[in-house]
């Protein structure tokens, strides 16, 4: 890939936890490049740093060590502010466990993150995109698992983020669920360019990425470019 088009650089991140004896290495000296319009998979199995590494990337905690630049920016340079703004605002997160709010219908959910002013009827067209349209003034409680992780991933597109990051978004799903998820997720990339960061302990769900990481230990053991990458519609696990 053409490195004008990298959105984010990741350079010697490390990230320990605890020290001496409960000392615990989450991110050993990463490095990856990720493009703009990229689906980007980040494969490994529990515990080898991927979730430690979204949250680094999403601005939600700081490395021990390394940098990451956001549009050639060094966010750990940010101020309180300049880094509030990029998590609302170019980054849009969607966990395993859809994080919902309770209390907040579906629609008060999307607009949590909405940037209304430079769209208003942005959590509008965001549900329409995710299928949602008839279940806005439902509860996240009234839907299903598969619906309540549309509603986050409606949520996190709703402040216009440039990078969606998914931890483990088919987590909580069953296997067709999963699998709509997947085609929602492949569609924003293919269809909509925006860049998708999945991650995955499923080597299957892998195939589906432009750009496949593989983690273990805090490390990425192997990386490979895919010229043809797999349709989620095609992909069983
Ligand atoms: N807050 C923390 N305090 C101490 N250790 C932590 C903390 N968060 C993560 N770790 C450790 O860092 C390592 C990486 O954790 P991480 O959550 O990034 O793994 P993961 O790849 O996301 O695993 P999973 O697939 O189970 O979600 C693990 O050994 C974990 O125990
Ligand atoms: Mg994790």
Known sequence: MENNNVILQVRGLRKTYGSGENEVRAL?????????GQLFVILGSSGSGKSTLLNMIGGMDAPSSGSILFRGKEIGR?????????????????????????ELT?????ELTANTRKDPHIADSMLELMGLSE???KYPSQLSGGQQQ?????????GDADILLCDEPTGALDFETGKQILKQLERLSREYHKTVVIVTHTREIAQMGDRVINMKDGRIVSSYENEDPVPAERIDW
């Not at 101020?79 to 919902?100: A, H, M, P, W």
């Not at 579906?106 to 999307?110: A, D, I, P, T």
């Open 106 to 110: 579906v629609k008060e959910n999307v």
């Open 150 to 158: 549309r509603v986050a991933i409606a949520r996190a597109l709703a």
């Open 28 to 36: 050993d000296g990463v490095d990856l490049d990720i493009c703009e």
């Open 135 to 137: 279940k806005k003034k």
């Open 78 to 102: 940010f101020k309180d502010r300049e880094l509030t703004d990029y998590r609302k605002r170019c980054i849009g997160f969607v966990f395993q466990s859809f994080n919902l709010i309770g």
